[in-house]
């Protein structure tokens, strides 16, 4: 009975040691996805600017671009892939690779040879471990991602889209989690290019109606998308890190929630168990003693 006792005190202390763990991990993430969601809503503004701006050149001209220009036959299609590079996120990284599996076989379908670009180690660790071959990924700090890791992922898939011949791609599509809300994140992918042109980011608030002004383009609308449209790309990838960052920390901190209740519900089950492996102890103890006296009595 006492080596009961022992077993279900060394359970309570492992799991508390646990649940401290996991408490400091919850606070943790809730402090830094404010941050995150600061982030993400301070790039909107200039991603929305830039979306008129391309907008704007498209509509008031007739100039064909590079990277707007739709291939007749697409052959082969890049597909950047970002998800996480810790765990005890909750199933955050495998709803993405989800996602990927879905958007890679509809390609498939349609014909076109896909190439992966993976961001983040559980991608890497998913294909390394299934033996397919990716193109080329990326480790930088998946829940705190810098421009710097935007701008390498645009100029590499910018240059597999514009190189001609066999080597290059007709299409790129991106598949990161779009952060909605703390309790809502949702899996997406985003054809990059060629771009689309729209007149707004979808995600972005509406804006009141207002009169379009005149547009001069200096020195020309070509030069003008040369320089618009290569940031277009970079910004639109760091605003998907940016919502897989965001996403990735609301996740987490969701899961380390989870686990610092379950912990609480371990603890009061051993702690219960404990006490009425105490209490059948004392019970015993005073059976017998009882018992003992019994027999001192019977003897006399």
């Not at 514009?162 to 949702?186: C, I, N, P, S, W």
Request: hydrophobic letters at 40%.
């Amino acid at each position: 009975m006492g080596a009961q006792i022992r077993v279900y005190r060394q359970r309570i202390r492992s799991v508390s040691a646990i649940k401290k763990i996991t408490r400091a991990m919850e606070l943790m993430a809730a402090s830094r996805v404010v941050k995150a969601r600061q982030r993400v809503d301070e790039t909107s503004p200039y991603s929305l600017a830039l979306a008129r701006a391309l907008s704007a050149v498209a509509s008031h001209s007739d100039v064909e671009h590079a990277l707007t220009t739709e291939a007749e036959n697409p052959r082969r299609a890049a597909v950047v892939i970002m998800t996480s590079n810790r765990g005890l996120a909750g199933a955050y990284a495998s709803s993405v690779l989800k996602e990927s599996e879905r958007l890679i076989e509809r390609l498939r379908a349609e014909g076109k040879e896909v190439v992966p670009f993976l961001v983040g180690r559980k991608a890497i660790r998913y294909y390394s471990f299934r033996n397919r071959d990716f193109a080329q990924s990326w480790e930088d700090s998946t829940d705190a991602p810098p421009y710097e890791m935007a701008r390498s992922i645009s100029e590499r898939i910018t240059q597999e889209f514009l190189a001609e011949g066999e080597e290059g791609v007709d299409e790129v599509h991106v598949v990161y989690t779009r952060f909605k809300t703390m309790v809502t994140q949702e899996p997406q992918n985003l054809r990059l290019l060629p771009i689309q042109v729209v007149d707004a980011d979808p995600n972005a608030p509406e804006q009141p109606a207002e009169m379009l002004p005149l547009y001069s383009f200096e020195p020309s609308p070509d030069e003008v998308l040369d320089v618009v449209l290569p940031q277009y790309v970079a910004h639109r990838i760091y605003n998907c890190l940016l919502q897989a960052a965001a996403s990735e920390l609301a996740a987490r901190q969701r899961a380390m929630k989870s686990a610092t209740d379950n912990a609480d519900d371990l603890i009061k089950n051993y702690t219960r168990l404990a006490n009425e492996a105490r209490q059948a102890e004392i019970t015993q103890e005073i059976s017998e003693i009882v018992g003992g006296a019994n027999a001192l009595a019977d003897a006399k």
